[in-house]
Structures are given as structure tokens and as C-alpha cells.
């Protein structure tokens, strides 16, 4: 079964597409409606009444030329504007801040420093809380490098630097707005392995930075900071904040509410990750008994065979000590990926799903709308659908996720690699806070995980992460466009493919989906063998 696209709806993609890969840029003129119609295979009435759309929202605008239509030159939407920062060349940021192997350019502690200062450059009186910067960390033995380098930077510039150790990412968010810090740093790299690290960062209001400041801290960071120094006497200075974690773990407990995990057994793997502390806490307050995994951190075993890239040892706890649900942290636990009672993975897609039937349900889910991501399942958007629940499709990455939240007021959202965005309650994914949603729906609807996750028809669909020796654009790759070109022909409008550069690691994603489990299989392998050939 298919997603059936409306003809209107095909036409407003088809211009987002091309704004998005630079084929159509300001200015630009549009080709007329008769030949949209017979490119698109769509009516003329379903091409004029897109662009009129189009143009009511400023991405299009008159030539006052019968019916042509150029893209704006003034006014443009949201939605044109992410089109064109996408094309904008970026250096050092990826999709999730900076990120890189530990003591390799750019993650080395004379960027840290230059960091600290664009930072500090940047956000100087933005909150009223004298110039305060909260930095937290994961378990990675590179962050007291990066963090020594970073608080220099900002104290230099007569930022305070709040050190609150080892935290989740969603803890650092928290910890900034509740603490009216100017910004927030996290230094991650996520579900990576502890080689790498990164600097996450966050406004003063707990969200990911806007491309606009990330634009201009790069320039500042590869150009020099156009500032003076402080006078001596307003150097800034750093403090160990003893209690943040409690801050954040009491936070935390607030997402369940009039609900005991009374009874109920879990295994918790913390993936020695900033988890490892927090988590066992929280779960263990509400009433819960926790079976505890991975929560020994070293420095270097951080994610390595464990968490939630690894949930097999989840999977294999939880049937070993008859647990009713498995919960899985990755190494920052902004994500989650659960386990039934059977040891069988339930995945981000299946949570949004159970999620969203439940609060749709209650009335809560705003403009009964779920936000997810070209990587999410087909099947989620069938049951979507069957229960009267729209869907939007963003980019990958929850950054892009929490935009189009942020932008039309919608309160859920998500990926299938476990981010889980609670609008109404955060500001960013949260693992833990995710995982006591999900909890809680159990526990109110008396369904086990595992029955709860047949709200949704998962379709077969592989996902292969490939090292690969440079970036080519994708339309470079002779070999590979002809497989994508074959596969296309032959899985018709029963099947897809996404192909992707990650944001935050030098590695491409290839999925292919489709209703067949075999077809899918041989896909995968066709592709992935191209990549291999051309550039793994």
C-alpha cells in the first residue's frame, strides 16, 4: 500500500524541492501551468489553484505576466526561508552543532576556546542573569579537554561559566531556561562512540540555536572575534553548580503525574552514558524496580555495545530477569528505544504512534497533527491517517522536527531513531521524560507495551549507516543514481528510498522500504554495494 499524494500537494512539493536544491532561487520564474500540469501529470486547475496557495503565503509571487509566477523576491515564508539556509555553506556546524573525532580539528581545544569566545561575543546581555553560561557534559573522557577550553574562552570575555558535570542534554536545556542563563552548552556527541564528542548549544529559552547565531558564531570562530577584551576587572568566573542534577531529576519526575510505576519491573540501560546516574533515580523514586545496565562509565565505553544503537542487551536483560518493558538511552539520552516483555524492539516510529492515537484521543494533540521525519515508516503514516491524525514530514534531525513545531504550535513530534519531542512539556528530545510517557500510557490503558505497539503495521524497511571516504554530491554518483533509477522502476508507488549524508558523522544512510520483505532486502543490497564501489 501506497501514500496516496494529493495533486495539489504535488505541485507545492515540487517547488520546496526545488528551492531546497538551489534549482530555483529568488527572482527565478516559474514554468507556466500547462507545463507544470503535463510535467507533474496533474490538472491545470489542481497547478493554479498550488501556486495560488503559493503566492498567498509569499513564496511565490505575480509577473504580472498572464498566469507565470516567479519565486518572491520580497516577502517569503518559513518555509522558503529554510529552503534557502539549507543551501548555505557551512563549515563547522552540522544538524546537531559541532561535531567530530576527539582531538582532530575541529574538535580541539583551540576551537573550543574560540568557541567559547564567539559564544560569550554573542549572547552578552541576552538574560539578566549576569552574562551566565550553564556547560554540561556526557560520560567521554575528551570533555574535560573541551570543557576546560570552552570555560576559558567564555570566562575571557566576562561570561560566568555554571559547570554542572556529568548531565543529560535535555538536563542542559532545562538547567538554562528554569536557571535564565544566556545559553546553554552541551558537550556530546550523542549515540556516537567515545572517539568523538561535540558542542551542543542552546539559547536562553532551551531550544537549539537558530541558524542565524550558529552562522555568526562560525564566522566569528573561523574569522576572529570583532571585540574588545573585557576590562581585567569583569573577567568572568566559573562555578561547579553541586545541585543540578537534583534540579533536573525533579523536573523529570513532574511528566508523571498521579501515576505510580508501582509493581513494575525494568531494565534500564543507561549506555554508561550522562544517563548513568539520573535515570536509575527517577525510575526508582516513582516506584519502580530497575534493573540497572550499562551504568559504569570509563570514559571510553560510552554506546560501545550497549544503549540505544545496541538494543540487543536491552533485549536480552529483560527476557533474562522477566521484566514487563526494556528502556534503552543513548549516550546523552535525548533518545529512547523501548523492548516489550518478549525482548522485541519497539521503535521511535511505534511510540509516536501510541502516543499520538493517546493524546488525539484525549483531545490533546494539537491540530490532531504528528510531526515525524522522511526517515519514519510508511505504516506510521497509515495508521496516522486511520485514526484521524495528520502528519508533517520534515528533513531529518529533531532540530527540524522541533522547528515545525515551534512554528505551527503543534506539541508532538519525533524520529524513528527515538527522539521524542513532549512540546507541552521540553524544549528538546528527552529519553528519560519520553520513557515515562510511555509508562504512564501503559499504566492508564492497561495494555502492555507489546499491545499497545499494534497500533501501527510496521513495513519492511532497512536501514544501512556506511562509512564513506568524502561527501560527493549524490547526483555525482553515476553508479549509484542507476540502481536508485532501477529500484524506482521496479517498486513503483508500492516502495521508496531515502539516500542521506549524516549531519554529524562522514557517513551516508540508505533506506529502503517497500510491501515486499525480500524486495527490500535485495534493494538494500543492490544500493549499498554502489555506495561501497563509488565512495565507501
Known amino acids: 500500500m501506497a501514500l ?15 528551492l531546497a536544491d538551489s534549482t530555483l532561487r529568488l527572482g527565478d520564474r516559474l514554468p507556466s501551468e500547462r ?30 505576466q498572464g498566469k507565470t509566477r516567479e519565486i518572491s523576491k520580497g516577502r517569503v515564508n518559513k518555509m522558503a526561508k529554510k529552503a534557502i539556509k539549507k543551501n548555505t555553506e557551512r563549515k563547522l556546524f552540522g544538524t546537531d552543532g559541532i561535531r567530530g573525532t576527539a582531538n582532530e580539528y575541529p574538535i580541539v581545544p583551540e576551537v573550543a576556546l574560540k568557541v567559547g569566545k564567539a559564544i560569550a561575543v554573542e549572547f552578552r546581555g541576552v538574560s539578566g542573569n549576569r552574562n551566565n553560561v550553564v556547560i554540561g557534559k556526557d560520560t567521554r573522557l575528551s570533555g ?74 562560525e564566522d566569528m570562530i573561523i574569522n576572529g572575534v570583532d571585540s574588545d577584551v573585557v576590562a581585567r576587572a569583569k573577567i568572568g568566573k566559573a562555578l561547579r553548580i553541586e545541585d543540578a542534577r537534583g534540579r533536573y531529576i525533579e523536573f523529570a519526575k513532574t511528566a508523571l503525574t498521579d501515576v505510580s510505576l508501582d509493581g513494575l519491573r525494568i531494565v534500564l540501560d543507561c549506555a554508561n552514558g550522562s544517563g548513568y546516574f539520573l535515570a536509575p533515580l527517577i525510575f526508582k523514586e516513582l516506584g519502580a524496580e530497575v534493573i540497572k545496565i550499562a551504568v559504569e562509565p570509563d570514559g571510553i565505553n560510552i554506546n560501545h555495545k550497549c544503549g540505544a544503537t545496541y538494543p540487543e542487551k536491552m533485549s536480552k536483560a529483560v ?9 534503552a538511552l543513548d549516550g546523552d539520552a535525548d533518545r529512547v528505544i523501548f523492548c516489550d516483555s ?13 502516543c499520538a492515537i493517546d493524546m488525539h484521543n484525549h483531545g490533546n494533540l494539537e ?16 495508521a496516522m491517517k486511520e485514526h484521524g491524525i495528520k502528519t508533517v514530514t520534515t528533513d531529518v534531525g529533531d532540530r527540524y522536527v522541533i522547528e515545525s513545531m515551534r512554528e505551527n504550535g503543534y506539541n508532538l513530534g519525533g524520529e524513528q531513531s527515538g527522539h521524542i519531542i513532549f512540546g507541552d512539556f ?39 549507516s556506511l562509512p564513506v571516504k568524502e561527501k560527493r554530491p549524490l547526483e555525482e554518483l ?20 531515502v539516500i542521506r549524508y549524516s549531519g554529524t558523522e562522514n557517513k551516508i544512510r540508505v533506506l529502503v522500504e517497500s510491501y515486499d520483505e525480500e524486495l527490500t532486502a535485495k534493494w538494500i543490497k543492490r544500493l549499498t554495494d554502489a555506495v561501497l564501489e563509488e565512495i565507501g
Open 319 to 327: 527476557i533474562a530477569n522477566n521484566a514487563d518493558v526494556g528502556i
Open 144 to 217: 574535560y579537554m573541551l570543557e576546560s577550553a570552552l570555560t576559558s574562552g567564555l570566562v575571557s570575555m566576562g561570561m560566568n561559566v555554571l559547570l554542572v558535570g556529568p548531565i543529560t542534554t535535555p538536563g542542559v536545556a532545562h538547567l538554562t531556561r528554569s536557571m535564565g542563563a544566556a545559553v546553554g552548552i552541551m558537550l556530546t556527541a550523542s549515540h556516537n562512540p567515545y572517539t568523538d564528542n561535540g558542542i551542543k548549544i542552546f539559547g536562553t529559552d532551551g531550544y537549539k540555536l537558530s541558524d542565524e547565531h550558529e552562522l555568526r558564531i
Open 342 to 354: 518478549n525482548g522485541k524492539v519497539v521503535d521511535g516510529d511505534k511510540i509516536l504512534a501510541m
Open 367 to 382: 491540530d490532531d497533527t504528528l510531526v515525524v521525519t522522511t526517515m519514519s515508516n510508511i505504516g506510521l503514516h497509515i
Open 426 to 464: 521540553g524544549t528538546t528530545g528527552d529519553g528519560i521524560v519520553s520513557a515515562l510517557n510511555v509508562l504512564a500510557l501503559m499504566h492508564t490503558s492497561g495494555e502492555s507495551l507489546e499491545e499497545l505497539a499494534t497500533c501501527m503495521k510496521r513495513y519492511p524497511q532497512q536501514l544501512v
Open 478 to 497: 553515476t553508479k549509484l543514481n542507476k540502481e536508485i533509477y532501477k529500484c524506482h522502476t521496479e517498486l513503483g508507488d508500492q516502495g521508496r528510498t
Open 4 to 18: 496516496n499524494v494529493k495533486p495539489r500537494d504535488k505541485v507545492i512539493n515540487w517547488v520546496n524541492e526545488k
Open 35 to 64: 507545463v507544470l500540469s503535463t510535467e507533474l501529470g496533474v490538472s491545470r486547475t489542481a497547478v493554479r489553484g498550488a501556486l495560488d496557495n503559493l503566492e498567498e503565503s509569499g513564496i511565490l509571487a505575480a509577473t504580472g
